[in-house]
């Protein structure tokens, strides 16, 4: 039809050729400037191309970024839920169940909180991540330990938001735990320090070390379910936990991330 290409697309444009003098364009003339014309429609429909990838690029980030803001916002709404029916709680053993709940589904809020304020969709800055998460596991344990101070110690680095989860969680599972048995609760009893160190290791690795200077950990608590937890974590990014401790007291964490390793 008219209007239409070959192909029955409307076309890019037209291209036209004048001449000084009067003349007859000759079928090589015809040929050459047919080549022409097609040389120049391909480069403008990858441009057109170029220009659509982009847009539909820009329109996933969008996207994907909304809903990191989604999932920030039903997290914390989780949090809020499971924090009311603690103050609700009365028994001691629902209580602290409860607030197990609330403290990972918070360190999940947080990195995608950082995700979001930093607009970047699959890279996380980790060490700024689990300062956040153990300083706010510190703030929300002020009434029961006033006087454990937390030592930082990390490298500006970045990770994949698939691996910063689980190190989060390792990160508030082991300060809970250090909260919870490393240091006395009685006034006096409750001084100490926990440490946490991330540092850069061969082939491009990551290490993070943690550690509290407390009684250490009791035989009888190493099965427990945030020890577990924690073992559990580290399956998932395709390594293996190191426990230790100095001169038979404190605990100390250390787990070795390979960029990208996650197990399948």
């Given at each position: 039809s008219a209007g239409r290409c070959a192909d029955g697309r409307p076309p890019y444009g037209v291209l036209e050729v004048d001449s000084r003098r009067p003349r007859h364009f000759s079928s090589d003339d015809v040929s050459f400037l047919r080549t022409y014309a097609n040389m120049l429609a391909a480069a403008v429909e990858r441009?057109?191309?170029?220009?659509?990838?982009?847009?539909?690029?820009?329109?996933?980030?969008?996207?994907?970024r909304e809903l990191q803001h989604r999932v920030k916002n039903n997290l914390q709404v989780i949090v809020g839920l499971v924090q009311l029916q603690l103050r609700r709680a009365t028994e001691a053993e629902t209580r602290e169940a409860l607030r197990a709940v609330s403290q990972r589904v918070d360190a999940l809020r947080l990195l995608h909180d950082k995700l979001y304020v930093s607009g970047e969709v699959d890279r996380v800055d980790l060490g700024a991540?689990?300062?956040?998460?153990?300083?706010t596991l510190l703030r929300f344990h002020e009434e029961d330990r006033t006087r454990v101070?937390?030592?930082?110690?990390?490298?500006?680095?970045?990770?994949?938001p698939e691996q910063a989860a689980?190190?989060?969680?390792?990160?508030?599972?082991?300060?809970?735990?250090?909260?919870?048995?490393?240091?006395?609760?009685?006034?006096?009893?409750?001084?100490?320090?926990?440490?946490?160190?991330?540092?850069?290791?061969?082939?491009?690795?990551?290490?993070?070390?943690?550690?509290?200077?407390?009684?250490?950990?009791?035989?009888?608590?190493?099965?427990?379910?945030?020890?577990?937890?924690?073992?559990?974590?580290?399956?998932?990014?395709?390594?293996r936990t190191e426990w230790g401790s100095?001169?038979?007291?404190?605990?100390?964490?250390?787990?070795?991330?390979?960029?990208?390793?996650?197990?399948g």
């Open positions: 441009l057109r191309a170029d220009d659509e990838v982009r847009t539909r690029a820009g329109d996933n980030e969008r996207l994907l991540y689990l300062a956040e998460v153990a300083g101070r937390l030592v930082l110690e990390v490298k500006d680095m970045t990770v994949s689980p190190l989060g969680l390792m990160v508030n599972e082991f300060i809970t735990n250090s909260l919870k048995y490393a240091f006395g609760s009685v006034p006096g009893e409750s001084e100490g320090t926990i440490g946490l160190r991330l540092e850069s290791a061969r082939g491009g690795a990551v290490r993070l070390t943690l550690w509290d200077d407390g009684r250490g950990l009791p035989l009888e608590r190493s099965g427990g379910t945030g020890m577990r937890m924690i073992d559990g974590l580290a399956r998932q990014l395709a390594t100095g001169n038979g007291r404190g605990a100390r964490l250390s787990v070795l991330v390979r960029p990208g390793k996650r197990a």
